[in-house]
């Protein structure tokens, strides 16, 4: 089964940028779709990019999803102290057919 | 509103059952394929368990695979899992969740409703 490995912690100050990578453990993360959810512990997570690059409504576009070579990355333009939270990646597993979560990333905002 | 609320989360020994439930509101869960997702205390969000829309396709993770049986009502507009075999391990946030149809991810999720199991 793949892993999807995401750093443990981001941070920033308010108003810069926050980059969280995506990385899978065993294939080019070219080949898969990742959705992007953010969660603050004690609420429901939320839905914020899904098939790579692609945004719900009612999600800030300061959110947005990209892939690049073997990773996919989920970039916070405009740190706002409300974004402090856990973001997970994921993908959906179709020969095995498990939905598979990132390791996770703690965005502190300074 | 679109809302998923679960209930039943409760304290068990191991070994021990529960059943856990999620009440769709503002929406008609007969064309969603369902899920089941929960976090242990200090780690991070673990998918458990899929139904579609029907109930003719199940998955379940490896961790709870044989103790844990999700099923559906479409007609009560309800997702249930029923948990056996309870393990310490088992401990935890269990959130319900909604997947948009021909795709993967999940729009959609409840509060989540809490689950120990100790000795």
């Known amino acids: 089964q793949s892993v999807l490995t995401q750093p443990p912690s981001a941070s920033g100050a308010p108003g810069q940028r926050a980059t969280i990578s995506c990385s899978r453990s065993n294939s080019n993360i070219g080949s898969i779709t990742v959705d992007w959810y953010q969660h603050i512990p004690g609420t429901a997570p939320k839905l914020l990019v899904y098939r790579g690059d692609q945004r719900p409504s009612g999600v800030p576009d300061r959110f947005s999803g990209s892939r690049s070579g073997t990773s996919a990355s989920l970039v916070i333009s405009g740190l706002q102290s409300e974004d402090e939270a856990d973001y997970y990646c994921?993908?959906?597993?179709?020969?095995?057919?498990?939905?598979?979560f990132g390791t996770g990333t703690r965005v502190t905002v300074l | 509103e679109e809302v998923l609320m679960e209930s039943g989360g409760a304290s068990r020994q191991p070994g021990g059952s529960l059943r856990l439930s999620c009440e769709a509101s503002?929406?008609?869960?007969?064309?969603?394929?369902m899920n089941w997702v929960r976090q242990a205390p200090g780690k991070g969000l673990e998918w458990i368990s899929y139904i579609n829309n029907v109930g003719s396709n199940i998955y379940y993770a490896d961790s709870v695979k044989g103790r844990f049986t999700v099923s559906r009502d479409n007609t009560n507009n309800s997702l249930s899992l029923q948990m056996s075999s309870l393990r310490v391990e088992d401990t935890g946030v269990y959130y319900c969740?909604?997947?948009?149809?021909?795709?993967?991810?999940?729009?959609?999720w409840g509060q989540g409703t809490p689950v120990t199991v100790s000795s």
């Open positions: 969740a909604r997947r948009v149809p021909r795709s993967a991810h999940f729009d959609l």
């Open positions: 503002g929406f008609s869960i007969h064309i969603y394929e």
């Open positions: 994921a993908t959906w597993d179709e020969r095995l057919k498990v939905y598979i």
